[in-house]
């Protein structure tokens, strides 16, 4: 369990895709820390289970993963790489990043702001017929939002895959190590 004792000897929470929700005491715990100075970075497997913690920070997400028209990856539109990258310490020197599965996140907390975007051809399949139609969300969507919490900062992905060995490139190496220099104030 999240508790206060449990994460006062950590610097940053790494939450990459959980499906169990957070109970009260674990989101009070986790507000607390980012109160206090902490970092915290949430990676989206399913956003449903970190939903209620997302909400406290003013994180909104899609009711389904992106499809992106420009720059797929292997021919699958839910793998692509991200370009359009906000001149933030997270993505400093970063061209592009990739991402395998990625829910769309808008931050809209005054503290907040989108640090990655994919294309104005992305979409969410809201009919889910596995193409884009007429019925489907499409636009630009947001894949990193980051912010700040009280003392703390936070950074949020749409993917839990970004990071994962099989995908680790150099960018997403890049990517994860400044993030977490940013999120440990160093």
């Known amino acids: 369990a999240l508790t206060p004792e449990a994460l006062?000897?950590?610097?940053?929470?790494?939450?990459?895709g959980p499906f169990r929700p957070l109970s009260e005491s674990e989101l009070a715990a986790v507000t607390a820390f980012l109160r206090g100075g902490g970092g915290l970075a949430v990676m989206l497997h399913i956003a449903h289970p970190v939903r209620d913690l997302l909400h406290r920070l003013e994180v909104d997400f899609t009711n389904g993963t992106l499809r992106e028209a420009n720059q797929v990856i292997g021919g699958n539109p839910l793998n692509f790489r991200v370009s359009l990258l906000a001149d933030h310490p997270v993505t400093n020197g970063l061209d592009s990043f990739s991402v395998y599965g990625s829910w769309a996140l808008r931050g809209t907390a005054a503290q907040s702001r989108s640090i990655a975007e994919t294309s104005k051809e992305s979409y969410v399949d809201q009919n889910h017929d596995n193409r884009k139609s007429?019925?489907?969300?499409?636009?630009?969507?947001?894949?990193?939002?980051?912010?700040?919490?009280?003392g703390g900062r936070y950074v949020v992905i749409g993917d839990d895959a970004v990071f994962q060995n099989q995908f680790l490139d150099d960018a997403n190496r890049r990517l994860g190590l400044q993030m977490l220099q940013w999120l440990s104030h160093r």
């Open 8 to 16: 006062a000897a950590v610097d940053v929470l790494v939450m990459s």
């Open 134 to 150: 007429a019925d489907d969300a499409v636009q630009q969507f947001a894949v990193m939002v980051a912010g700040e919490f009280g």
